[in-house]
């Protein structure tokens, strides 16, 4: 295990509205409001065609393939992430989903294209004093989060 400390910083309440795009939504505030590493908590609602990475093909091979799942349909949506600067500075969120829709249910990374339908709560927690960072990781391609 590896690990750094931090301390709070500011909290946003955003609201996220029709047809923004997850991370793309959460990156871009955060690049704006100068916030390099925060905890966020959501709930609200995914649109049909959102995209989930859900795995990968096979845990043991490389390059490694992921699995993206599609919903079909209007889901009701409950996630975490964390934001944390990547090899350039820049600010990027690492995000799990749930979702559900009538007794179904899945759950993936939201890099693949979460978009919402008409609400996504957020509450953005900044972390202060904070050093931590996503470095590239040659064996899986991964940004890996280095504390």
């Known amino acids: 295990m590896k690990f750094s400390e931090a301390r709070p910083g500011r909290v946003f309440v955003l609201r996220l509205e029709q ?16 916030i390099r590493c925060a905890a966020v908590i959501m709930v609200g609602a995914a649109d049909g065609g959102s995209r989930l990475t859900a795995g990968p093909e096979d845990g043991d091979t490389r390059p490694i393939v992921p699995i993206i ?7 009701e949506l409950t996630g975490v992430g964390t934001i944390f600067p990547d090899g ?28 919402v339908w008409t609400i996504l709560e957020v509450v953005m927690l900044e972390l202060d004093d904070c050093s931590a960072r996503r470095v590239r990781d040659a064996s ?4 890996l989060l280095d504390p």
């Open 19 to 34: 047809g923004e795009v997850l991370h793309e939504v959460l990156e871009s505030f955060a690049s704006e409001h100068g």
């Open 140 to 143: 899986t391609g991964f940004d």
């Open 88 to 115: 350039e500075g820049r600010p990027s969120l690492h995000s799990h989903v749930a979702v559900g829709r009538d007794g179904a249910a899945a759950a993936g990374c939201a890099r693949a294209g979460v978009v």
């Open 69 to 75: 799942h599609q919903l079909a349909g209007v889901h």
